[in-house]
């Protein structure tokens, strides 16, 4: 089946510290791969995403590479800041999945000053 | 990307009550997915609605207990019936955007029942 499994948390840092989230997954089939935030008190929010190996998403200062021979999809900013404490879900769908979600347990990142 | 609402954003709501949760897109979409977050959780989805059919409901997950209502292409409802203290939780409508696969969250209803 479909899965994701993500770094547990919480995850503290200080600001402008780097930032990596691991993320891998395992799918039956060609999966597009996704980074979906949520702040404080919000729904969620699409960060960035990847449909084939290789790619590399990228928004807001953060980044993810499509791994397919290590199947991770690891999110990274190189400096973190305050307002990006948030809790940080890796997802997949698969073609012909109608656009189901497998998400993972989600990461909770807090950013001190 | 979509813009989408949802109403009430919060509630606080007694046991035993039900309530209604309504998500509004502002395009024509085909299928909208309903989550539920509990506590420190991630999602889980509990059916998918589309226009015109019957919702298709998730493992654990019945219409009697969560019925569905997708009136046209713009618009949802998911009602929580009989509610307990553990149907608290954020509730989410989503939509999927023109490439079929990426998925658009509205904000959430945050349900908390006494």
């Known amino acids: 089946g479909n899965s994701v499994t993500q770094m547990e948390g919480p995850v503290t840092l200080s600001e402008e510290a780097f930032l990596t989230i691991n993320c891998t997954y395992t799918a039956t089939g060609y999966p597009s791969l996704f980074w979906y935030v949520q702040y404080p008190g919000e729904g969620l929010q699409l960060l960035l995403k990847a449909t084939k190996a290789d790619d590399k998403g990228s928004n807001k200062g953060f980044e993810a590479t499509y791994r397919k021979e290590t199947t991770s999809f690891h999110l990274e900013k190189g400096s973190v800041q305050v307002s990006d404490s948030a809790v940080y879900f890796c997802a997949l769908s698969v073609i012909g999945s109608q656009g189901n979600l497998n998400f993972g347990k989600g990461t909770k990142l807090s950013v001190k000053p | 990307s979509a813009v989408i609402s949802q109403k009430p954003s919060r509630d606080i709501c007694q046991r035993g009550t039900s309530l209604t949760i309504q998500c509004q897109v502002d395009s024509q979409v085909t299928m909208m997915f309903w989550y539920r977050q509990q506590p420190g959780q991630s999602l889980t989805l509990i059916a998918t609605?589309?226009?015109?059919?019957?919702?298709?409901?998730e493992s654990g997950f019945v219409i009697d207990k969560f019925p569905i209502s997708r009136p046209n292409l713009t618009f949802s409802t998911l009602t929580v019936s009989n509610m307990s203290p553990e149907d608290s939780s954020i509730y989410l409508c989503s939509v999927v955007g023109h490439d079929q696969e990426t998925q658009y969250f509205g904000p959430g209803t945050r349900l908390l029942v006494l």
């Open positions: 609605a589309n226009q015109g059919s019957e919702a298709t409901y």
